[in-house]
């Protein structure tokens, strides 16, 4: 999903042009990533289920920090 996410945020905030083609690339992509997300076998046990809560909040944080981080260098004037 990083790579979903920077572009989105680089769209928004750097004001960067999409190409239908890209764009259509970027729905497959998400689409790719639910069925992954929704395939997932169910399981019973109770136990694991919080900690995998806490894994799956820590597992969507991490592309928009490293999309963020990739927008932000980006709209450094320096480092371009």
Do not use: W
């Not at 790579?3 to 680089?10: C, D, Q, R």
């Not at 990533?33 to 997932?40: A, D, F, K």
């Not at 490293?66 to 980006?74: D, F, K, P, Q, Y």
Request: aromatic content about 10%; overall charge positive.
């Amino acid at each position: 999903m990083g790579p979903l996410v920077t572009v989105v945020l680089a769209y928004f905030l750097l004001k960067e042009k999409l190409k239908r083609f890209e764009i259509v690339l970027l729905f497959l992509i998400l689409g790719g990533i639910v069925t992954v997300i929704l395939g997932e076998e169910k399981e019973t046990d109770q136990t694991e289920d919080s900690s995998k809560k806490i894994l799956y909040i820590f597992l969507l944080c991490n592309p928009f920090l490293i999309g963020g981080g990739s927008v932000a260098m980006r709209k450094m004037k320096k480092f371009h």
